[in-house]
């Protein structure tokens, strides 16, 4: 095989991973704002009263963009130093119908994440900073088709009791709806108030297009294909140098 042959295979190869490569890549379909300075308690432990503190907010995705993979949010453990470990829910509810829109009480999904979110440390707002450090975070759901053009409310709630001193705070972001606005509730079971104080911060993203078996598999049998297509011809060529 000449260079020539074996450049070609080889861009053929690398080509072909690019372009499954790309597919893996997941795209944003709906994004609430970036991170800002503030956030909301979102726990199912209060260090300061007997209650818990939930948050939720609302989003609609366009037909096309309907089918959630992925959350990414950020929040932050105040005043900790040393984070604890999380035991997160994360719950989609229906809207309410009402003027400004709220959860329904019961949840239409419910994911019992625990610490399996991934976590990774950002340095947002500084060390001084009250917020500070904070955490990006990201799960994957699978596939979630919702119905497009309809409003829901995602609920993201840690659950920190073995941290006496604080509890974990969604971060606020720099989205600016009329109102400004999210929900808010205190225990499983109960109506959901609003609060104007600003939206939360998080993205939702499309699945992963995991390219399958099958792709590799023709891959394969091509480059294959192409190496003894090669060797036939370059037979062919022998045999009949030899009959002259």
């Not at 089918?67 to 130093?81: C, F």
């Not at 984070?83 to 829109?101: A, K, L, M, N, Y």
């Not at 009250?130 to 955490?135: A, I, K, R, T, V």
Request: no cysteine; glycine share 10%; charged share 15%.
């Amino acid at each position: 095989m000449t260079r020539r042959e074996t450049a070609v295979i080889l861009g053929l190869v690398l080509g072909a991973f690019a372009t499954l490569g790309t597919a893996a890549n997941a795209a944003i379909i709906y994004d609430n704002g970036s991170p800002v300075e503030g956030g909301f308690r979102s726990d199912f432990y209060n260090p300061l009263f007997a209650n818990s503190e939930q948050q939720a907010d609302d989003f609609s995705l366009m037909s096309g963009s309907n089918t959630i993979g992925s959350i990414q949010w950020w929040g932050t453990y105040v005043r900790l130093d040393t984070p604890p470990v999380d035991d997160f829910t994360i719950r989609i509810f229906q809207d309410d119908g009402s003027f400004f829109g709220a959860p329904q009480i019961a949840p239409l999904y419910e994911w019992n994440v625990g610490a399996s979110a991934t976590r990774t440390e950002v340095d947002l707002f500084g060390e001084t900073s009250f917020y500070s450090p904070s955490y990006f975070y990201s799960f994957d759901l699978g596939s979630l088709e919702l119905s497009a053009n309809t409003l829901y409310h995602l609920s993201i709630v840690n659950n920190t009791p073995t941290h006496t001193r604080d509890s974990w705070a969604w971060l606020k972001s720099d989205l600016v709806t009329s109102p400004s606005s999210h929900s808010f509730r205190n225990y499983d079971g109960t109506p959901w108030n609003l609060s104007t104080l600003g939206n939360l911060a998080f993205t939702l993203s499309d699945p992963v297009a995991v390219p399958e078996p099958g792709t590799f598999l023709l891959l394969g049998f091509g480059l294959v294909g192409l190496i003894g297509l090669r060797r036939r011809v370059r037979g062919y060529h022998v045999q009949g140098s030899v009959l002259h």
